[in-house]
């Protein structure tokens, strides 16, 4: 409640709020008017991992406000009391921890980062043929269960760069207007959009956005391109680090020439920041609309590295491209990686036939974009020889649901080569 009222200056709808423990096999939080229903397993997970079990909770609290206070329609605006909620469960969650903080606060591996995993992955993992956008029918839906994970966590993402475009003042104004003239009133999409504009005014945020169309737009409509983008279609949004070039200038000053690409169809303000040898940091906000777009930044010292939006304002469909370095990250077996890693992961393999014997090995698994590589070379104790196998697979090669890949192996006795492909058709080309 505290945060609420500094951070975004909502005020409790309700004069008591109570808690109640619910005897359940589920983890799902609910509200009922004042009433906060936590199922029993959420007490027993926070003995270990208390910082999910605070995720779970935070996710739907705002529903005291949103949801319940200010209703809305169950079947095309589930975003207003799932999405809204999740948002301000997400940022709650950063005050609390930090930005980039995991669900453990001791150890990198094994460790998944709230935003990374819990909001991104799962608004970005639903498959093509089940992605539908954010405000369609929830009862028409053929799959319920994905659709509320682009209710929930698409839509916090959508709602986190909403609050970047605008700024954290215009926004957190545009979630009071709505807030107070809305409660005990039915509201949607439209009614939000209708706050947000009235309180958005380009000229005060720090710093500015690009002069032009549609940033600098005020008043009714001037957020219709965002709103239309992300709450009616599917677009996706995706920009890489294309190139960079220096040159000296005569004063003894650099000039760096970056170029970035814009790769999928939505759009939005972007960052780019130059890092030089001296550790400092220069930043420019592009447009991020034409396909590919150049900005020049001088500095005083050597540049070294590029990056593109350097805080992670933007929900995308891949980070690893945005940067003119690359992020490795090597584990034993299994861990989740951040957006912007490489994961590589070192794969033990033990076997025993009549031919090879014992066999041991130490593999490789490696996933970037499309393309799966996993690599196992090894040792038969028996025969005494060099075993191997090696996948090599590409998805969506050329038309969506298109697999193939390439096999080879020698093991048991026998070493074989094969090219394989198969074909799932999108249910939902639209």
Known sequence: MEF????????????????VAVEADYEQVDILNNLVLVPLPNYKRSEFLDRQAFG???????????????????????WLNMGLPAFFGLRFFQEKFGP???IFDTIDWLNPRYRDHFFEDMANSVA??????????????????KFLQTLTYKTAMVLSMLEYLMGKNGFRKGLQHFAKKYQGKLAGQKEFQYSMEKLHDPRLR???????????????GSLDWFFAQWFKTKETL???????????LPDGTYETEIV??????????????????DGREIRRILPGIKQQETVLIKSQSFPDKVSIDPDEELLETSRINNHSFIYYRVRLGSDWKKQREHLVLLVPGFGNNALDGNS???????????YRLYAIPGYGTKNRRGLYIFNFDRENLGINGLEAGFSAREYGGVRSEAIRATFKPPHNPG
């Open 260 to 277: 970035i690409n814009k790769k999928d169809a939505a759009q939005m303000p972007v960052v780019v920041a130059l890092k030089t040898k």
């Open 238 to 248: 995706d920009y890489g680090f294309e190139t960079s070039s220096t040159r000296t």
């Open 56 to 78: 779970f909770l935070t996710r739907r609290l705002a529903q005291l406000w949103f949801g319940e206070s200010v209703w809305n329609d169950h079947d095309k605006q589930l």
């Open 128 to 145: 093509a043929e089940l992605n539908y956008p954010i405000l369609s029918s929830f009862r028409e839906n053929p799959d319920s269960q």
């Open 360 to 370: 041991f090995g130490l593999g490789v698994k490696y996933k970037f974009d499309d």
């Open 100 to 102: 980039d903080a995991g």
């Open 206 to 220: 720090t710093p500015p956005l690009p002069p032009v169309i549609p940033y600098i737009a005020v008043g009714s």
């Open 4 to 19: 609420m009222r500094t951070s975004y200056g909502l005020e409790s709808p309700w004069e008591s709020i109570r808690i």
